[in-house]
């Protein structure tokens, strides 16, 4: 009788424990109604402007969610901030799905967004590829689909930017209890019209996705101290915003592949 109590303490250790799924109100309890529907709808609740003029969401304590801390000990003058709920297509989603999303950094390439100076449709990232190392530059393919999450890694990407040109940047990954949480920072100084645009270290984004009972919660913000001259001929606050919409959409459609 012992024996058998013992075996059946055992088995049950050996089981993966039921994860709990929280509610987006949960995570952020002070959403207004008109505000619930817009992060329901296809392309999420996004907003931009200067550091100064912007209200942004304020997630509970209890939460862990804290992209407010990785994006400002970079000094940004611009945020952009987005919170999107991705409806469950076919059956829940999980930690490993997203991860895998996450991987496809080749899937960045050739995204659209809307141009309003060309008044088109315009592919942002020319290129998206991985790198050998922060030192090597040597590009290397997307790996293959994964078969747990690990709890933090590193990836060097580069970005042909259309308006920047090539961007480099540091990828970190770290998983917690109930989500994952990926930033991104420029590894070197971004150009534009061959003028320093964005000093090294001075452009970051950070996304946090977590399947909730509702669908996939991705919280995304993204800041960047721009030159003077760059921001006297780019909306900062836009061409913020448009990349991480951007973003977003690698993530939607990773999702759903």
Do not use: C
């Given at each position: 009788?012992i024996?058998?109590l013992?075996?059946a303490?055992l088995?049950?250790?050996?089981?993966?424990?039921?994860?709990?799924?929280?509610?987006?109100?949960?995570?952020?309890?002070?959403?207004?109604?008109?505000?619930?529907?817009?992060i329901?709808s296809?392309a999420g609740m996004?907003?931009?402007g200067?550091?100064?003029?912007?209200?942004?969401?304020?997630?509970a304590?209890?939460?862990?969610?804290e992209l407010?801390?990785?994006v400002?000990?970079t000094g940004?003058?611009f945020l952009?901030?987005?919170?999107?709920i991705?409806p469950?297509?076919?059956?829940n989603?999980?930690?490993?799905?997203?991860?895998?999303a996450?991987l496809?950094?080749?899937?960045l390439k050739?995204?659209?967004?809307?141009?309003?100076?060309?008044?088109?449709?315009?592919p942002l990232f020319?290129e998206?590829?991985?790198?050998?190392?922060?030192?090597r530059?040597s590009?290397v393919?997307?790996?293959?689909?994964?078969?747990?999450v690990?709890?933090s890694?590193t990836?060097?990407?580069?970005?042909?930017d259309?308006n920047?040109?090539?961007?480099?940047?540091?990828?970190?990954m770290?998983r917690?209890?109930?989500?994952i949480n990926y930033?991104?920072?420029?590894?070197r100084?971004?150009?534009?019209?061959f003028?320093?645009?964005?000093?090294?270290?001075?452009?970051?984004?950070?996304?946090?996705m977590?399947?909730?009972?509702?669908?996939?919660l991705?919280?995304s913000m993204?800041?960047?101290?721009?030159?003077?001259?760059?921001?006297?001929?780019?909306h900062?606050p836009?061409?913020i915003?448009k990349r991480l919409?951007?973003?977003i959409?690698?993530?939607?459609d990773?999702?759903s592949?």
């Open positions: 009788m024996l058998g013992i075996l303490l088995f049950t250790a050996s089981l993966p424990a039921e994860t709990h799924l929280r509610s987006l109100d949960e995570l952020f309890p002070n959403i207004s109604e008109s505000h619930r529907a817009e329901h296809e996004v907003r931009s200067r550091v100064s003029d912007l209200q942004l969401f304020s997630p304590p209890a939460s862990g969610i407010r801390d990785i400002m000990r940004p003058s952009a901030e987005s919170l999107l991705i469950y297509q076919s059956g989603k999980d930690l490993l799905d997203i991860y895998n996450l496809k950094v080749s899937d050739g995204r659209l967004y809307h141009s309003h100076t060309r008044d088109a449709e315009v020319e998206a590829t991985r790198l050998d190392s922060a030192s530059a590009p393919p997307d790996p293959p689909p994964a078969s747990i690990p709890n890694e990836v060097y990407i580069r970005l042909r259309i920047f040109g090539n961007t480099y940047y540091r990828t970190d770290n917690n209890a109930h989500g930033s991104l920072i420029n590894t100084t971004i150009s534009y019209l003028f320093p645009a964005i000093r090294e270290g001075r452009f970051s984004a950070a996304l946090y977590e399947p909730l009972k509702e669908g996939i991705v919280y993204a800041g960047a101290d721009a030159s003077n001259f760059v921001a006297g001929r780019i900062i836009s061409a915003s919409e951007v973003f959409a690698w993530i939607r990773g999702l592949a």
